[in-house]
């Protein structure tokens, strides 16, 4: 079956401009994670939202970043007022309950 | 930080031989993760083992979890270049069954 998807699969943007990243999930998949990964780094969490429960925004990193999911389906990451650290590949992954994370192939953003 | 590390940093290895990646973390954990990531974007999740598992076997890979000294290590037996990839662990420790902690990463390079 297909796979996570997300878009755009790149993203370049000026200083202090808004950007939106999409990510479509697994159907089924309760569980949905974004990730950033700066450049020969590991993964820095962002976000998790696992079904209806409020989403565990600990890792987001500024109040400049947000995101949102409708219901079980689609979630959107928004950096707003771009930094040109926030320059990184976003990986967006979902899953069961518990299980493991199945991650599409991420939005490189880069900020001039 | 709960942040685990991976050693070595960077491995390289002739094709046939075996690659082994040691992996420390700082919590208690429910499970452990080892995912690969080819040239930067999307993880593929490799191996799952659970806290009250020593040992665990897939393919030519071969994944020990030490609890008492909050290590893992990863073998990879008879590698080939196709191995080639940076694999990150990732703990789901116990505050969450969201979010994975990963680590930086070990970069292997298999030799033709």
């Known amino acids: 079956g297909a796979g996570v998807s997300q878009s755009p699969s790149n993203k370049v943007t000026e200083k202090g401009k808004d950007v939106e990243l999409r990510c479509d999930p697994i159907?089924?998949?309760?569980?949905l994670y974004w990730y950033r990964q700066r450049l020969g780094q590991g993964l820095e969490f962002l976000i998790y939202?696992?079904?209806?429960?409020?989403?565990?925004k600990s890792g987001l990193p500024s109040d400049r970043f947000s995101a949102e999911r409708t219901g079980e389906s689609v979630s959107t990451l928004t950096i707003q007022r771009t930094q040109q650290e926030d320059s990184a590949v976003y990986l967006c992954?979902?899953?069961?309950?518990?299980?493991?994370?199945?991650f599409g192939p991420g939005t490189r953003l880069t900020v001039t | 930080s709960q942040q685990g590390e991976e050693d070595p940093q960077a491995l390289s290895i002739q094709e046939g031989e075996n690659a082994t990646m040691n992996c420390s973390y700082k919590?208690?954990?429910?499970?452990l993760q080892w995912y690969r990531q080819n040239s930067g974007r999307g993880l593929v999740h490799l191996i799952l083992?659970?806290?009250?598992?020593r040992e665990k076997h897939s393919g030519r890979l071969r994944v020990t979890l030490d609890t008492s000294k909050k290590s893992s290590s990863l073998l990879i037996t008879a590698s080939r270049a196709a191995d080639t990839a940076s694999y990150f662990c990732?703990?789901?420790?116990?505050?969450?069954?969201?979010?994975?902690?990963f680590g930086k990463g070990t970069k292997l390079s298999v030799k033709p």
């Open positions: 990732a703990n789901n420790y116990g505050g969450s069954q969201g979010n994975l902690i």
């Open positions: 159907s089924g998949h309760t569980a």
């Open positions: 939202f696992q079904g209806n429960s409020a989403p565990d």
């Open positions: 919590t208690s954990i429910n499970n």
């Open positions: 992954a979902s899953s069961l309950l518990g299980h493991e994370q199945y």
């Open positions: 083992i659970r806290s009250n598992e």
